[in-house]
T-cell receptor, first 114, second 109 residues
Framework: DAGITQSPRHKVTETGTPVTLRCHQT?????MYWYRQDPGHGLRLIHY???????DKGEVSDGYSVSRSKTEDFLLTLESATSSQTSVYFC?????????????FGPGTRLTVL | GQNIDQPTEMTATEGAIVQINCTYQ??????LFWYQQHAGEAPTFLSY??LDGLEEKGRFSSFLSRSKGYSYLLLKELQMKDSASYLC??????????WGAGTKLIIKP
């Protein structure tokens, strides 16, 4: 299994508060991704990174920001959490080999915004 | 728009065979992935197809027809531990994964 950890694993917060989720990898993979997973929806890409300080938006990036200051860490920040951001958040990593690139997932963070 | 369709839920019997279908319409195609996800856990990689045909990996096989925008995952000799959701995902022309909502597979004794 790829060495990917996420913290915290569970969090309950209130509307309007800032929240930061952390993803840490020990595989030295170039690409890192943040997804959210909601019932009835497929995984939806929030942001991704293709190197240190190199990030780009995904399908559902509004209300989220990211940072990657080291290869191993990718942070997802909700500047002002809303109830619609209650979800399970998964981090994934990949080597960045284009058409054969397989993504490996962290254990997930369950976030509840009250 | 881009779309991945798979059945919401399927039920099968222990020891039997089940086929989970996935149809897709995407802007470009750079491969199709199947993942398994047990309840409360992370998705784990099962298979990858980029050329037409069948890829076999133990009890699991995955088939792809690019001309029909169609794939299936075949699970043989079903075991109770195969109860999980199965996610189909297509890599589009921008090398982004587009995900289906998943098929929940229930195995009955």
């Amino acid at each position: 299994d790829a060495g990917i950890t996420q913290s915290p694993r569970h969090k309950v917060t209130e509307t309007g508060t800032p929240v930061t989720l952390r993803c840490h990898q020990t595989e030295n993979h170039r690409y890192m991704y943040w997804y959210r997973q909601d019932p009835g929806h497929g995984l939806r890409l929030i942001h991704y990174s293709y190197g240190v300080k190199d990030t780009d938006k995904g399908e559902v990036s509004d209300g989220y920001s990211v940072s990657r200051s080291k290869t191993e860490d990718f942070l997802l920040t909700l500047e002002s959490a809303t109830s619609s951001q209650t979800s399970v958040y998964f981090c994934a990593i990949s080597e960045g080999l284009a058409d054969t690139d397989t993504q490996y997932f962290g254990p997930g963070t369950r976030l509840t915004v009250l | 728009g881009q779309n991945i369709d798979q059945p919401t839920e399927m039920t099968a019997t222990e020891g039997a065979i089940v086929q989970i279908n996935c149809t897709y319409q995407t802007s470009g195609f750079n491969g199709l992935f199947w993942y398994q996800q047990h309840a409360g856990e992370a998705p784990t990689f099962l298979s990858y197809n980029v050329l037409d045909g069948l890829e076999e990996k133990g009890r699991f096989s995955s088939f792809l027809s690019r001309s029909k925008g169609y794939s299936y995952l075949l699970l043989k000799e079903l075991q109770m531990k195969d109860s999980a959701s199965y996610l189909c995902a297509v890599m589009d022309s921008n090398y982004q994964l587009i995900w289906g909502a998943g098929t929940k597979l229930i195995i009955k004794p």
